[in-house]
């Protein structure tokens, strides 16, 4: 039997999950090259303050922004600041504008399935601004955004609003991510059953797969590969087709 049927609904992570927020080909349109700012030192320090505005003390776009760059250089002008910006807020909403047609016929089909779809995901006021206007956004129950209540992932509170949304046991329902933020880890501790999907994790963080990988009952490639997992887990935990 496909694993899908034994459960009443699916949870999924959104970014490196169902969707990639990659910078643009044109670097003039990334908020780093727009301040001049090195890439790498860009994203550590974006990384470094997350958790703030991850669970949403900082609502602000603009100061977002400007927090991360004044961390670097405090004399950037506010011009550019509002232009990086933008470039961050266009970023996040086409990743969720433009998801993979396979992940959207996928979900689609699993609502066909008549079950419960659900949204955990961490993210900052930026992050989860495309997400009403993304073509899967209709498909779900419920979008827990970690900015809106206050805790994230892997605490157990974000999983349990979802949950009280949904209205399902632990037990009986699926975790899908690319198991950031240890995700998988706590689904797993709360009774979920968990998937880990390395379609864009294994492109810019294979080295982390073994570890996260010892958290999920399965493993798929892209999200497309649900439907064809079976309710019965090899040994060593690999995917298992009909």
Known sequence: MNLINGYKAIFFDLFFTLANPVYSDDSLENEYSILTIDKTIWEEISEKQYYARGIGELKDPNMIVQNIAFEINCEIAQDRLIQATEARINRFKKCLLEIDIDTINTISKIK???????????????????????????????????????????????????????????????????????????????????????????????????????????????????????NVQEGDGSLIYL
């Not at 949950?163 to 501790?189: F, H, M, Q, R, W």
């Not at 958290?215 to 497309?224: F, L, P, T, V």
């Open 112 to 230: 066909e399935l008549q079950k419960k779809i659900g949204l955990i995901s961490n993210s900052d006021c930026i992050d989860k601004l495309g997400w009403g206007e993304s073509p899967i956004a209709k498909y779900f129950d419920t979008a827990i955004f970690s900015c809106d209540i206050g805790t994230m992932k892997p605490d157990k509170r974000i999983y349990e609003a979802a949950l009280n949304i949904i209205e399902e046991n632990p037990c009986d329902c699926l975790y899908v991510g690319d198991g950031g933020n240890s995700e998988l880890k706590t689904a797993k501790e709360l009774g979920m059953t968990t998937i880990l999907t390395t379609n864009y994790i294994k492109t810019l963080w294979p080295e982390k797969i073994s570890e996260i990988q010892k958290y999920a009952d399965y493993k798929i490639d892209g999200i497309s590969e649900l439907l064809e997992l079976k």
